[in-house]
């Protein structure tokens, strides 16, 4: 089925353009907006003095040092970006904000309307320059994600040609599917950018030529949803569907709502409600419709459209920048004239609860928070701090230093920092079984000899059979590697050469080789009674270490 026909108006460097308007600043200046301590964005003038986007702070102000430094503010890029959506608004129905600076209307209405898609296009570009003198661009093909990158470049993709167009475009473009406004998952799209490039994929098409299966088994189901969009098709074909009409959250507000601290704690009850129903029937939102109407009878409506569902503090955050907006933003006849008295939330569009997996403390409701926070409290109080442990994610090479367990209500901080790029890393996915001591492990060849590993990290042979601790061998139907990996490597050079002082902590050096096995079902009905699902197939990662292997993790 043809993902459905889309307009898409693109502001270039939004959020430089909203801090260089809010600071005042002349569009000759080179600016940048900066988030931890990264480019965010820059404007044209600082591009052409070397600054790029994920470039450092120092390196960007050494490139040029006369750049005007913002902090990066989302409620400030909302607030300024309303008059650009209500100019377009004016125009068309439908119009869904993707996020501040990019927007998306269905063409289909409106090519009709104005005659023709391209015409289309001419009055959004009058109509911006008319009314709000902001510069955009304008992409028309079928599809969200498709419809993104034609207006990056100004083009019209004939219906049916985007699968076409989007072959050639380089693998990185698929991080313009990440939702900017939420930092872990534009970190998790740039991190299997970086994977994709390093098993050889370069371009969109590429990517869409591997099939969906081996796409979900190798790198799990979000790369799942940017392959069905690398394809040219919708990123949820399936799951998507119409909410109940039941699902409308809504406030009455006495006094009327007039400033923006007002708006952040009304906008976190809605928000919560709208969680709490939707948990109840096992749904989570990708496109919320915030509405709004003030003491004089004026309605404001505004919808939004997420990459992935929405969580009760990004609702709320939406919310909060949306009221801003609309309150603050907008100037002259655009500007309500008077406070909103009547909040509302409505889903637009839903998808299975499996989309949004929240854990055990990260519930719908602040109630159910504290009341687990306590019970876990009191477990502490009576078998001490150790007894309630919680599991940090973290980065690194080897599975071991991944995973650190804090006690509950100590800080939540990593072994080692996850945003580093850890080459040498098993990539996603992780096993499901991490024992916590290595099994040990015997692996032999086709002739029955013990498989080694050379001194240029290479197997001696192919691996054919696999014995874990102890345990009758099992025939490999299929294997991958080896993966090497040598860690502070430079520490007896440290120790050893001359000249050099001695680290204060000694770290011994670490070298392993990964290889990833599928053993075949035990062929041995008797041996496989009373062995549940470890009689069949199953998947281990094997680690060649000290001159013996280990079994590290198990897939099942």
């Not at 002349?26 to 931890?36: E, I, K, M, Q």
């Not at 450092?56 to 300024?80: I, S």
């Not at 439908?94 to 501040?100: A, N």
């Not at 080459?423 to 916590?436: A, L, N």
Request: glycine share 10%; with cysteine.
């Amino acid at each position: 089925m043809m993902p459905p026909r889309r307009l898409v108006i693109w502001c270039p460097d939004w959020p430089v353009v909203a801090a260089a308007r809010a600071a005042g600043l002349g569009p000759l200046v080179p600016a940048a907006v900066f988030a931890a301590n990264r480019v965010v964005a820059c404007s044209e003038t600082a591009r052409g003095s070397g600054v790029r986007r994920g470039m450092r702070r120092r390196e960007a102000q050494g490139r040029c040092p006369e750049l005007v430094v913002c902090e990066h503010d989302p409620a400030r890029d909302v607030r300024l970006f309303e008059p650009v959506v209500a100019a377009v608004e004016e125009l068309m129905p439908g119009v869904e904000v993707v996020r501040p600076g990019l927007v998306a209307v269905p063409a289909r209405g409106p090519a009709r309307y104005f005659g023709s898609e391209g015409a289309v296009a001419e009055r959004v570009v009058d109509q911006l320059d008319a009314q709000v003198g902001v510069e955009c661009r304008i992409g028309v093909a079928d599809g969200l994600f498709a419809a993104v990158l034609a207006a990056r470049r100004s083009e019209h993709v004939a219906p049916g040609r985007s699968r076409e167009f989007l072959a050639p475009l380089p693998i990185e473009e698929i991080d313009q599917l990440t939702d900017q406004l939420n930092g872990q998952r534009a970190a998790d799209q740039s991190e299997l950018v970086d994977l994709l490039r390093r098993l050889g994929i370069r371009t969109v098409g590429e990517f869409a030529a591997l099939s969906s299966s081996d796409v979900s088994t190798r790198f799990g189901r979000a790369a799942l949803l940017v392959h069905r969009a690398a394809g040219g098709g919708e990123e949820r074909p399936v799951e998507r569907r119409r909410p109940p009409s039941d699902l409308v959250v809504e406030e009455e507000l006495d006094p009327p709502l007039d400033r923006v601290d007002q708006a952040a704690f009304a906008a976190k009850i809605l928000a919560d409600q709208l969680h709490a129903r939707l948990g109840e029937l096992g749904l989570a939102c990708t496109r919320l419709g915030i509405s709004a109407r003030t003491e004089h009878g004026e309605e404001l409506h505004r919808v939004w459209r997420c990459a992935e569902p929405l969580t009760p503090a990004a609702t709320a955050d939406r919310v909060r920048w949306q009221l801003d907006g609309w309150l603050n933003g907008r100037s002259g006849r655009q500007r309500p004239t008077a406070g909103v008295s009547v909040l509302s939330l409505r889903p637009e569009e839903v998808v299975g609860a499996g989309g949004l997996q929240l854990d055990l403390l990260n519930a719908a409701t602040g109630e159910a928070d504290a009341r687990a926070g306590r019970a876990l409290a009191r477990v502490q109080g009576m078998l001490g701090p150790e007894a309630v442990l919680t599991g940090v994610l973290g980065g690194g090479r080897d599975l071991r230093d991944q995973v650190r367990f804090v006690p509950w209500g100590d800080e939540r901080r990593p072994a080692l920092p996850a945003a580093r790029p850890w080459p040498g890393r098993i990539p996603s996915p992780s096993p499901s079984v991490v024992p916590d001591s290595p099994w040990p492990a015997e692996v032999f060849d086709g002739d029955g000899y013990p498989v080694g590993v050379t001194d240029r990290h290479r197997l001696t042979a192919a691996p054919c059979r696999v014995g874990v601790s102890g345990g009758r061998s099992r025939a490999v139907s299929n294997w991958a590697g080896p993966w090497p990996v040598a860690e502070r490597w430079w520490a007896e050079l440290l120790a050893d050469g001359a000249g050099q002082t001695t680290p204060a902590v000694q770290v011994p050096p670490r070298s392993s080789v990964r290889v990833q096995v599928v053993l075949e079902p035990e062929a041995d009905p008797a041996a496989a009674a009373g062995a549940d699902d470890a009689a069949g197939e199953v998947a281990l990662l094997l680690v060649h270490e000290g001159g013996r292997w280990w079994v590290q993790g198990a897939y099942r």
